[in-house]
T-cell receptor
Framework: EPEVTQTPSHQVTQMGQEVILRCVPI?????FYWYRQILGQKVEFLVS????????KSEIFDDQFSVERPDGSNFTLKIRSTKLEDSAMYFC????????????FGPGTRLTVL | KQEVTQIPAALSVPEGENLVLNCSFT??????LQWFRQDPGKGLTSLLL?????REQTSGRLNASLDKSSGRSTLYIAASQPGDSATYLC????????????FGKGTHLIIQP
């Protein structure tokens, strides 16, 4: 059974539109992360989230991005005004602190910006 | 800034061969190193995690080693099978907790039946 699921699996949007990507952890996790992978490129860290606030963020995670855990369960990534270069696979990742050190990747959301 | 490099970028071998995938990183002050498998268009599946204090980890036909001082890790796959065909990614974590993983570009592996 996967540690985390993501919705939608594929999102197509027009440039300038807002998108929200969702992540649902299966069991109790303390740390949440978002990564992205542009086609043919490396997987890149975006942001980590712990105790309902951002812990670390990369240079990629600018003011166009935001994360929240609105209902204590779902974990979301919002891109306010999408650009063509935001097209990528976005992975939600969870870590069960104190259980093991493995970071578990969700299946990903493929975002296509037209 | 941590940089991770994987060699070779691609590898094609006949079924049954043993093979080694290489990963190097520039900053030896790491927390742990993780090997992943990625199938086309899919997410990442964790294969092995090596803590900075460990030298190797084994799971089935897979063995990963870590030489932190030289900034190297290898993934050894024994008796390769066509089902092993995938991209193998190496990722290092520089600190605990909030720190994200730094990934290499991966080795695209094809096992010929």
């Amino acid at each position: 059974e996967p540690e985390v699921t993501q919705t939608p699996s594929h999102q197509v949007t027009q440039m300038g539109q807002e998108v929200i990507l969702r992540c649902v952890p299966i069991s109790n996790h303390l740390y949440f992360y978002w990564y992205r992978q542009i086609l043919g490129q490396k997987v890149e860290f975006l942001v980590s989230f712990y105790n309902n606030e951002i812990s670390e963020k990369s240079e990629i995670f600018d003011d166009q991005f935001s994360v929240e855990r609105p209902d204590g369960s779902n974990f979301t990534l919002k891109i306010r005004s999408t650009k063509l270069e935001d097209s990528a696979m976005y992975f939600c990742v969870v870590w069960r602190f104190l259980a093991d050190d493995t970071q578990y990747f969700g299946p990903g959301t493929r975002l296509t910006v037209l | 800034k941590q940089e991770v490099t994987q060699i070779p970028a691609a590898l094609s071998v006949p079924e049954g061969e043993n093979l080694v995938l290489n990963c190097s990183f520039t900053d030896s002050a790491i927390y742990n190193l993780q090997w992943f498998r990625q199938d086309p268009g899919k997410g990442l599946t964790s294969l092995l995690l090596i803590q900075s204090s460990q030298r190797e980890q084994t799971s089935g036909r897979l063995n990963a080693s870590l030489d932190k001082s030289s900034g190297r890790s290898t993934l050894y796959i024994a008796a390769s099978q066509p089902g092993d065909s995938a991209t193998y990614l190496c990722a290092v974590r520089s600190g605990g907790g909030a720190d994200g993983l730094t990934f290499g570009k991966g080795t695209h592996l094809i096992i010929q039946p």
